[in-house]
């Protein structure tokens, strides 16, 4: 079943939002971004929400395989995070200005992978599928063997991307948590770890 045009520009608009908040926070984030444990907590809280939707989604649609996709994507989410902690724990710089705000800055390699399979996770639903996954939810779908198969693999993908983009900003609050705990913080940037 294919989507009309008129069918497909909301979720584009949507698309093209959420590419946009994730260009703007990588380009903070790669430059130097202040610290705010809300923002950090908040964004992460967003695109987990993103993830939640998709599932959601995939439980009315496609019953039979979000049971084992659900449980898969539970583990994965969890231990991804637990990843993106121990990897941006490594990686991020964090310093104090003059002015005392604290900073941070890290490579933008988890915020690409987060954005490419959320992309390939729409489009997926969108042309072949045939759904909007932010549309509203109809009954239940009969996918092809081929289709179930690659939905499947592109969720466990993208629960993945979600699980290191939500350890990723768990990783920065808790590096400069444990900044603030320091008795004397550094005042000025540390020399730059390698990107990755």
């Known amino acids: 079943m294919a989507l009309s045009a008129s069918e497909i520009a909301p979720t584009a608009i949507f698309l093209v939002l959420v590419v946009v908040l994730l260009a703007r ?50 583990v994965l989410i969890v231990a991804s995070a637990w990843v993106g902690i121990r990897y941006t724990r490594r990686r991020v710089e964090i310093w104090r200005r003059p002015d005392g705000v604290w900073m941070y800055r890290m490579g933008m390699v988890i915020a690409i992978v987060y954005l490419t ?11 072949v599928v045939g ?18 198969a690659a939905l499947l693999v592109v969720d466990a993908l993208f629960a993945v991307s979600t ?34």
Do not use: C, K, M, W
Request: aromatic residues 12%.
């Open 163 to 196: 699980g290191l983009f939500l350890g990723r900003n768990f990783g920065v609050y808790l590096v400069y948590r444990a900044a603030l705990l320091r008795p004397s913080p550094p005042s000025a940037p540390p020399i730059p770890p390698s990107r990755g």
């Open 117 to 127: 399979l959320f992309a390939v996770r729409l489009l997926l639903d969108l042309f």
């Open 131 to 148: 759904l909007d996954p932010f549309g509203p939810v109809g009954s239940s779908v009969t996918l092809s063997p081929a289709a179930a």
């Open 25 to 74: 926070r990588v380009y903070q984030s790669v430059h130097g971004a202040s610290i705010n444990p809300t923002s950090l907590l908040a964004l992460a809280g967003f695109f987990l929400l993103l993830f939640v939707v998709t599932v959601v989604e995939g439980l009315y649609l496609f019953p039979s395989l979000s049971l084992v996709d659900l449980g898969v994507d539970s």
